[in-house]
């Protein structure tokens, strides 16, 4: 536990004393391991270290997940180092009051004071400060493709680039991607951890394509503060992308304070404290996660997919009624998947009313065979098969379920 800092960078793999994994039951077994034996002072440590390598195992592996990774390595880093320093976790740029932090990193060796380098610096900025200019991608393309001074100076303005897009987050993530296509910053993310290390950060946060943001739900006739509302939304994002759970209720309450009918923001809530833990999820944060649930219902009234959740929230918070009253408006939507009817089964069960669990048990069994053969039927017309094929295998799990159950 007690490891020298010099260029090592800690992480959560460093004080449970295991190598990166996925595993949950290897990461339980290592904190369990471990919590007996610490030093008191290092027992609030391994309890983060224990949450944020969970928090790992709920990443989805992707093209991209290795962005998500790395940023969680970096936000757990900070906060060690924040708790060696006995100091408040410098996110790096991530907060209202990032250009001070920010400027420690902008050295004598960039480019400056020149009348060339400042009318670029200057067309940056104008575009930026136009909101209907700033959102859309031609506007900054044509700041590369046809500008004669960018393609002749490209490696020199690199790094006056990288510090205006770091004093100026609220960008759609496809004009943070143009400039990355350019300057292949992603893959020299390593170089840049230890070079410039804010914005290394920022370029994993930006190009990261989990709640992707854009500004097109914006019109010209918005009368609320939409520039604090895009701040408060790219932040909430941000805390729940580094398992920042104080962050992310802190800033979804400014940005619903400001702006309440924007589904992505109900969405990075959403998934974000799904994936903590239980008594996270249906404790302490349980309002923020139902509230967030709540509004992606009423916004996509034509999906289950939420309806589920939130009866999930319930049967977990023993709110057996309520959770049957959203399995069952989820099964008008998806009458094929037998899984809903099952769960609403093992409500039932877990009030020890066994005979309302076998009517649901029973029904399931009757329909198979004719919602199976619907479900196939469906395979060679649907533009989704991979969604069919999984409902297909679920269904044949939930009838080996039942019949467990029933004989």
């Given at each position: 536990?007690?490891?020298?800092?010099?260029?090592?960078?800690?992480?959560?793999?460093?004080?449970?004393?295991?190598?990166?994994?996925?595993?949950?039951?290897?990461?339980?077994?290592?904190?369990?391991?471990?919590?007996?034996?610490?030093?008191?002072?290092?027992?609030?440590?391994?309890?983060?270290?224990?949450?944020?390598?969970?928090?790992?195992?709920?990443?989805?592996?992707?093209?991209?997940?290795?962005?998500?990774?790395?940023?969680?390595?970096?936000?757990?880093?900070?906060?060690?180092?924040?708790?060696?320093?006995?100091?408040?976790?410098?996110?790096?740029?991530?907060?209202?009051?990032?250009?001070?932090?920010?400027?420690?990193?902008?050295?004598?060796?960039?480019?400056?004071?020149?009348?060339?380098?400042?009318?670029?610096l200057g067309l940056l900025q104008k575009t930026y400060d136009s909101f209907f200019?700033?959102?859309?991608?031609?506007?900054?393309?044509?700041?590369?493709?046809?500008?004669?001074?960018?393609?002749?100076?490209?490696?020199?303005?690199?790094?006056?680039?990288?510090?205006?897009?770091?004093?100026?987050?609220?960008?759609?993530?496809?004009?943070?991607?143009?400039?990355?296509?350019?300057?292949?910053?992603?893959?020299?993310?390593?170089?840049?951890?230890?070079?410039?290390?804010?914005?290394?950060?920022?370029?994993?946060?930006?190009t990261c394509p989990l709640w992707k943001l854009d500004y097109k739900f914006i019109?010209?006739?918005?009368?609320?503060?939409?520039?604090?509302?895009?701040?408060?939304?790219?932040?909430?994002?941000?805390?729940?992308?580094?398992?920042?759970?104080?962050?992310?209720?802190?800033?979804?309450?400014?940005?619903?304070?400001?702006?309440?009918?924007?589904?992505?923001?109900?969405?990075?809530?959403?998934v974000f404290y799904s994936s903590q833990q239980a008594f996270n999820k249906y404790?302490?944060?349980?309002?923020?996660?139902?509230?967030?649930?709540?509004?992606?219902?009423?916004?996509?009234?034509?999906?289950?997919?939420?309806?589920?959740?939130?009866?999930?929230?319930?049967?977990?918070?023993?709110?057996?009624?309520?959770?049957?009253?959203?399995?069952?408006?989820?099964?008008?939507?998806?009458?094929?998947?037998?899984?809903?009817?099952?769960?609403?089964?093992?409500?039932?069960?877990?009030?020890?009313?066994?005979?309302?669990?076998?009517?649901?048990?029973?029904?399931?069994?009757?329909?198979?065979?004719?919602?199976?053969?619907?479900?196939?039927?469906?395979?060679?017309?649907?533009?989704?098969?991979?969604?069919?094929?999984?409902?297909?295998?679920?269904?044949?799990?939930?009838?080996?379920?039942?019949?467990?159950?029933?004989?």
């Amino acid at each position: 536990m007690n490891v020298k800092e010099g260029k090592k960078r800690m992480n959560m793999w460093d004080i449970l004393g295991i190598e990166k994994t996925k595993d949950s039951t290897a990461i339980k077994s290592a904190f369990t391991k471990l919590r007996g034996v610490v030093p008191a002072q290092d027992s609030k440590r391994l309890s983060a270290a224990y949450e944020f390598a969970l928090r790992h195992v709920k990443i989805k592996d992707s093209t991209d997940s290795f962005k998500e990774e790395i940023l969680l390595e970096m936000a757990f880093t900070r906060y060690w180092k924040a708790k060696e320093e006995n100091t408040s976790p410098d996110k790096n740029g991530a907060g209202e009051k990032a250009d001070g932090r920010i400027t420690s990193y902008i050295t004598e060796a960039r480019p400056r004071g020149t009348t060339l380098y400042d009318d670029y610096l200057g067309l940056l900025q104008k575009t930026y400060d136009s909101f209907f200019t700033r959102r859309e991608l031609v506007s900054w393309e044509s700041l590369i493709q046809q500008n004669a001074f960018w393609n002749s100076h490209k490696k020199e303005l690199e790094p006056i680039i990288q510090d205006f897009l770091l004093l100026h987050r609220s960008l759609p993530s496809d004009v943070w991607e143009l400039f990355n296509k350019e300057y292949h910053w992603v893959d020299r993310i390593e170089e840049l951890r230890e070079s410039y290390l804010p914005f290394a950060r920022c370029v994993l946060i930006e190009t990261c394509p989990l709640w992707k943001l854009d500004y097109k739900f914006i019109n010209k006739d918005a009368v609320y503060d939409y520039e604090s509302y895009i701040k408060y939304r790219r932040l909430t994002r941000e805390a729940a992308l580094e398992n920042d759970v104080d962050g992310a209720r802190e800033y979804f309450d400014k940005a619903i304070d400001i702006y309440i009918n924007d589904p992505r923001l109900y969405e990075i809530v959403a998934v974000f404290y799904s994936s903590q833990q239980a008594f996270n999820k249906y404790g302490e944060f349980g309002p923020e996660f139902l509230h967030a649930l709540n509004k992606l219902i009423k916004i996509h009234f034509d999906d289950d997919k939420y309806l589920r959740e939130r009866a999930e929230y319930f049967k977990r918070c023993e709110y057996f009624e309520e959770s049957r009253d959203d399995y069952e408006q989820a099964m008008k939507l998806s009458p094929e998947d037998l899984r809903l009817p099952y769960e609403i089964a093992d409500t039932f069960i877990l009030q020890n009313e066994q005979g309302k669990a076998k009517n649901y048990l029973k029904y399931i069994k009757k329909i198979y065979q004719k919602t199976q053969s619907s479900l196939e039927k469906q395979m060679s017309t649907t533009n989704d098969r991979e969604k069919v094929s999984r409902i297909i295998n679920s269904n044949d799990a939930v009838l080996g379920e039942v019949f467990e159950y029933l004989k």
